[in-house]
């Protein structure tokens, strides 16, 4: 029976000296992480969190969270990351979602959190991190100092009480189509997809992976707890904002391994990077939106010392598929085949499994599907359903793809993106990969508008590298590429496209 702090409790008795951290200027080993995380623990514990429990992590991408991660699984709690950047009102609806215990987030928040214990019931105590934490919590019976918990709890292993079957984390979706939904993960099903992934990736102690995407996002946190299972080392970024300097750390560290999401490579491929010396650099991986293909031959040819993975995967069974770098050349725009140990199919409206080149929705099985949404049973009704096996469930995707002769997958689109016009059915995602492939375009999104003939016009919005483009090029580039009904009767050129916290185009905000 493996919990999910197992990885690091074993790193730091195998190699205790070793490198596992290194963020905001800090190289932290695995004994250091481990220590820590079981100091806060057994503050969390004297304060009243207990097995299930949930804790708020409301923090940046610091060395502050990784402990807290790791110590609120030592506490046999139930970690919820939320991104920084949520404005107070979100962050009380998920804290009152999931009813938290405890949260901890930093000093500078110190008055928030106070309204929080206030305003909701579940909310007990709150943990400050940062330099000026002790004198944030002052005389606050309910705020307690990071630093005060260093100096004063024990370095000893708080015993364990939970197995596998507990949940270690809720994971909230974005909530583009109302308020977000805590994913509900136990320990079992975070093992196995690391374990997975980890396996196909073949990452190995010596792999030093840069992260600059949130952890409060599914794959920003697995490269986290991956890279801590496999033993090797985390070099963790707030943001992907200074890109040169981000790439100056990929140098400087050595990286091997670099998870991004289109957003980050986008910017990427219209900079000249012959100046930093990346060889070093064993592979690439994709996920959040599908690359396109002309995308993935331009990193290709930009990161030549490194395999490209792309990659398919949501919150509900963290990754899906994943195309085999041989696959590349011979299958572009495929997002590839089921990850190792599951399984998936392709079914119509009336659960009909399809068969090669029919496009249907996306149905997962394996130990990566995770538990449903947290008290939401009609949502978990949706999209968790009985399986092969009497008492298994599976996952319905809510995306459809299609299927190649040899079993690999294509992603064509949300079921609720479909775009409806002439009474043909149009994926944005086929229109999406056409306009990339257009010399001058760096991001695109292709959306549905009403229109009293068409019933939905197709709508470009596109940002250029050069300014260059005109509506002229992009309709002659479409005309030659597309079906007539799928050619874009509207196209837009825009600064910048509304983005999620991960790093996906929010459409939502361009309809």
């Known amino acids: 029976m493996r919990l999910v702090h197992d990885s690091l409790q074993q790193s730091a008795q195998r190699t205790p000296d070793k490198i ?73 609806h998920v ?49 307690v100092a990071f630093d005060a918990i260093l100096e004063e709890y024990s370095t000893s292993r708080p015993d364990r009480r939970c197995i596998d079957q507990d949940l270690a984390c809720l994971i909230y979706t974005s909530g583009s189509s109302g308020d977000p939904k805590g994913v509900m993960s136990a320990h079992c099903n975070v093992v196995f997809a690391a374990s997975s992934i980890i396996s196909y990736l073949k990452n190995q102690p010596d792999d030093i992976v840069i992260c600059a995407l949130p952890l409060s996002f599914d794959y920003g946190l697995y490269q986290l707890l ?67 293909p002309s995308h993935i031959q331009q ?4 990161f030549p010392s490194a395999t490209v993975y792309s990659m398919y995967g949501l919150t509900e069974t963290k990754r899906t598929l994943y195309l085999p770098p041989d696959q590349l050349d011979a299958r572009p725009g495929s997002v590839g085949i089921a990850i190792p140990g599951t399984e998936v199919w392709l079914v119509d409206e009336n659960d009909n499994r399809l068969g090669p080149n029919e496009v249907g929705e996306l149905v997962i099985r394996g130990g990566h599907v995770m538990r449903g949404y947290w008290e939401n049973p009609e949502a978990t009704a949706e999209r968790y359903r009985p399986g092969p096996i009497p008492g298994e469930r599976v996952c319905y995707s809510g995306d459809l793809l299609r299927m190649d002769e040899a079993g690999y997958f294509y992603f064509v ?7 409806k016009s002439r009474g043909e059915k149009v994926a944005p995602k086929e229109v999406e990969n056409v306009l990339y492939a257009l010399p001058g375009v760096v991001e695109a999104a292709v959306i549905g508008v009403p229109d009293a003939i068409l019933g939905q016009a197709i709508k470009a919005l596109i940002v250029t590298g050069n300014g260059e483009l005109t509506e002229k090029h992009v309709w002659r580039h479409c005309r030659e590429n ?7 009767k509207y196209v837009e050129f825009v600064v910048s496209l509304p983005k999620t916290t991960s790093g996906k185009i929010r459409k939502t905000a361009l309809a």
């Open 20 to 92: 596992a951290l290194v963020c905001d200027g800090r190289r932290l080993t695995y004994a250091q992480i481990d220590t820590m995380a079981n100091q806060l623990a057994n503050a969390l514990r004297d304060h009243g969190v207990a097995r299930g429990d949930r804790v708020a992590l409301y923090l940046p991408n610091t060395i502050e969270l990784v402990v807290a991660i790791f110590a609120t699984l030592k506490a046999d709690g139930v970690f919820v990351v939320v991104n920084s950047t949520t404005k107070a009102d979100k962050l009380a």
């Open 95 to 143: 804290i009152g979602n999931c009813r938290a215990t405890a949260m901890v987030t930093g000093a500078r928040q110190a008055d928030l959190a106070l309204e929080m214990i206030r305003d909701l019931p579940s909310l007990e105590f709150a943990v400050l991190s940062g330099r000026t934490s002790t004198e944030a919590a002052g005389d606050h019976a309910e705020l």
């Open 226 to 292: 991956m890279t801590f299972q496999f033993g090797g080392t985390l070099v963790l970024e707030r943001s992907f904002a200074y890109p040169a300097q981000f790439l100056q750390q990929m140098e400087t560290e050595r990286v091997t391994g670099f998870p991004g999401v289109p957003t980050i490579f986008a910017i990427l491929l219209q900079m000249d990077l012959s100046s930093y010396d990346l060889s070093r650099l064993r592979y690439i991986t994709n996920t959040a939106a599908a690359l396109p």
């Open 299 to 302: 990193l290709r040819g930009l």
């Open 413 to 419: 689109g949300r079921k609720d993106d479909i775009i």
């Open 482 to 488: 597309l079906e007539d009904f799928m050619v874009p």
